[in-house]
């Protein structure tokens, strides 16, 4: 089956600092790559879509200047939550397709804590 | 109004008992699908089953079952003789293509907490 790796899985940083966040599809080339977030015991939030080659396109309430997202290749996908609070703190999941219709394969999750 | 509603915040059951977890979703899409995932306590989700608009078959995977009603816009999933191991969240959610037409995008139903006590 299609495997999408995350990393890091856990993060702690310093409130203001910027973090990357990298998702990447192992053995499939992915078009598109979401990036969800979900605060605890709530539901998974999608916060932006990338193409490959394009800008992400962004949820409405989502800073695109905060939430930096970059897909230059069919594998990898990033995510970097510049000066980061602690209200930044949440699960980040992304995932991948091979193309805008098809099915989304997961990532396992990065888990970031904003002290 | 939300697009996809699990009305069940949490439940729990003893092991060996059937639980239904019930899913209503909205749409003015024809072709769209419905999935349900898995999402244990490391936060990872599983995928558990996907199923387009055209297709109203039930299906069942094991212990696991879905009864899909376009008529009341039901997806509804149900774990047989449960277990321990089934304890964790489950999403169901709807993909539909944006107001662009270009991206299918998934959206979540706030997710039900199964408790399987021993």
């Known amino acids: 089956g299609a495997v999408v790796s995350q990393h890091p899985s856990r993060v702690i940083c310093k409130s203001g600092t910027s973090v990357k966040i990298e998702c990447r599809s192992l053995?499939?080339?992915?078009?598109?790559m979401f990036w969800y977030r979900q605060f605890p015991k709530q539901s998974l939030m999608l916060m932006a879509t990338?193409?490959?080659?394009?800008?992400?396109?962004?949820e409405q309430g989502v800073e695109k200047d905060k939430f930096l997202i970059n897909h230059a290749s069919l594998t990898l996908s990033t995510l970097t939550v510049t000066s980061a609070h602690p209200e930044d703190s949440s699960f980040y999941i992304c995932?991948?397709?091979?193309?805008?219709?098809?099915?989304?394969?997961f990532g396992p999750g990065t888990r970031l804590t904003v002290l | 109004a939300q697009k996809v509603t699990q009305a069940q915040t949490e439940i729990s059951v003893v092991e060996k008992e059937d639980v239904t977890l019930d899913c209503v979703y909205e749409?003015?899409?024809?072709?769209?699908?419905l999935f349900w995932y898995k999402q244990p306590p490391s936060g990872e989700l599983v995928f558990l089953i996907r199923?387009?608009?055209?297709?109203?078959q039930n299906e069942i995977s094991g212990r696991y079952s879905w009864n899909f009603q376009k008529s009341t816009s039901s997806f509804n999933f149900t774990i047989t003789a449960s277990q321990v191991v089934d304890s964790a969240v489950y999403f169901c959610?709807?993909?539909?293509?944006?107001?662009?037409?270009?991206?299918?995008?998934?959206?979540f139903g706030k997710g039900t907490l199964l408790t399987v006590n021993p």
């Open positions: 995932s991948a397709s091979e193309s805008s219709y098809n099915e989304q394969f």
């Open positions: 053995d499939f080339q992915a078009t598109t």
């Open positions: 990338s193409n490959e080659g394009s800008k992400a396109t962004y």
């Open positions: 749409t003015r899409d024809t072709t769209y699908y």
């Open positions: 199923r387009n608009s055209f297709d109203e």
């Open positions: 959610a709807l993909s539909e293509a944006d107001s662009g037409g270009s991206n299918y995008k998934l959206t």
